[in-house]
C-alpha cells in the first residue's frame, strides 16, 4: 500500500490513468488479507482431504470473482469499479467458506502458541522464496527472447508455453491431495507405497496428455491460433510438452520432501538453479532462437525432477527412519 506510487511510475501508466490505477492498486491490497484467510481455512478442509467440498468452493467462488467485475463494468466503465467488483466477491467466497468450515474454526478457538508461531513462520518463509523464484524461472524466457530476438517473435513461443502452463493444474491437484496423505503417514513402507501409487496416478494423468499433444501439435495450434502458429509453434509445443511430462513427476517428490517438513531444502534448490538456468537459457536462444528456449526449460525441468529425486530419496527415507 506504502509503495503504490512508485509501483504506478515503474508501471509507466499514462497521465490521465495515474489516479485511477493507484485507487484499485489500494483496493487490491486490502483485499489481500481476505485472501489470505479464504486459503488457510480452504487449507483445513485439504488437510482432512475433503477435496469434493473443497472443489465445490472453489468453482462457486471463482465464478462470483471472475463475474462480479465484468458485471460492475458495465455498470461503470472503469477500473475501480472493476476492483470493488473482484473485492466483493472475494468476501462472497470468504463467507461461503466461513460457512464450510464453521465448526472447525470455533471448536479450534483462537490462542497464540509461539512454538507453533515460529515453525510456521521458518516454513512458510522458504515456501515463499520458492514461489518467488519459480515464477522467474517460467516467465523470464519472454524477457530474453524478447531481447534477443525482439518483441515480434515473442508470441510464436509464448502461445504454447501459455499452453503447457495451464496443463499444471493437472499435477498441481495431485500434489495438493497428496500432501495432507504423506504428511499424516508415519510408517516408512505405507509412505513409500503412497509415493509409488502417486507416481503411477500422475503418469496415467499425464502421460496421454502429453501423448496426444505431441501427436496433434499442429493440429491443436492451427485450430486455436491459425497456420502461422502452427507453422512456428509446433516443434516448441512438443519440446515443452516433454518437459511438462518430467515437471509433472517432479511434483511427488517435491511435495514429499515438503511434507516431512523440508521446505528449506527444495527453496534452496530453486535458488541453485536460477543462475545456470538462465545462462543456459541466454546461451540456447542466441544459438538456436525460440527452439532453444523450449530446449532451456525443458532442460531445467527435467534436471530438477532428477535432483528432486535424489533429495527426496536421501532425506525423506531419513527422516522417516528417524520416526
Known amino acids: 500500500y506504502i509503495f503504490i506510487p512508485n509501483i504506478v511510475r515503474l508501471l509507466s501508466v499514462t497521465n490521465n490513468h495515474i489516479l485511477e490505477v493507484e485507487q484499485s492498486l489500494k483496493l487490491l491490497a486490502f483485499s489481500i488479507p481476505i485472501f489470505l484467510l479464504n486459503q488457510l481455512w480452504m487449507a483445513i478442509l485439504e488437510g482432512d482431504e475433503k477435496f469434493p467440498i473443497v472443489n465445490l468452493q472453489r468453482s462457486i467462488g471463482s465464478s462470483i470473482i471472475a463475474g462480479l467485475p465484468a458485471l460492475f463494468i458495465l455498470i461503470h466503465n472503469n477500473l475501480v469499479y472493476a476492483i470493488w467488483g473482484l473485492i466483493i466477491g472475494r468476501v462472497i467466497s470468504l463467507v461461503i467458506a466461513f460457512v464450510i468450515v464453521r465448526k ?34 517460467v516467465y523470464f524466457d519472454r524477457f530474453v527472447i524478447s531481447s534477443i530476438l525482439g518483441a515480434k517473435v515473442v508470441g510464436f513461443y509464448t502461445a504454447p508455453s501459455e499452453a503447457v502452463s495451464r ?116 546461451f540456447l536462444v542466441n544459438s538456436h532462437g525460440l527452439i532453444g528456449a523450449a530446449y532451456a526449460w525443458s532442460i531445467r525441468v527435467i534436471a530438477d525432477f532428477l535432483l528432486l529425486m535424489i533429495i527426496s530419496n536421501k532425506c525423506v527415507g531419513r527422516h522417516r527412519r528417524a520416526i
Open 167 to 282: 496443463l499444471g493444474l493437472l499435477p498441481g491437484a495431485l500434489s495438493r491431495a497428496v500432501f495432507p496423505r504423506l504428511s499424516n503417514i508415519k510408517d516408512h513402507e505405507d509412505f513409500n507405497t503412497q509415493l509409488k501409487f502417486s507416481f503411477k496416478l500422475m503418469i496415467a494423468g499425464c502421460l496421454p496428455v502429453v501423448v496426444l499433444g505431441i501427436l496433434f501439435s499442429n493440429k491443436i495450434l492451427y485450430l486455436w491460433m491459425g497456420k502461422e502458429y502452427a507453422d512456428n509453434s509446433s516443434v516448441i509445443l512438443c519440446i515443452l510438452l516433454v518437459g511438462f511430462f518430467f515437471n509433472s513427476l517432479a511434483q511427488i517428490p517435491f511435495t514429499a520432501i515438503q511434507s516431512v517438513g523440508k521446505a528449506k531444502i527444495t527453496a534452496l534448490l530453486h535458488c541453485l538453479e536460477i543462475i545456470p538456468y538462465l545462462c543456459l537459457l541466454y
Open 104 to 137: 472447525e474454526v470455533i471448536e479450534a478457538r483462537l490462542f497464540f502458541h509461539f512454538s507453533t508461531f515460529r515453525r510456521l513462520i521458518f516454513f512458510g518463509g522458504w515456501i515463499t522464496v520458492s514461489n518467488i523464484i519459480s515464477p522467474v524461472m
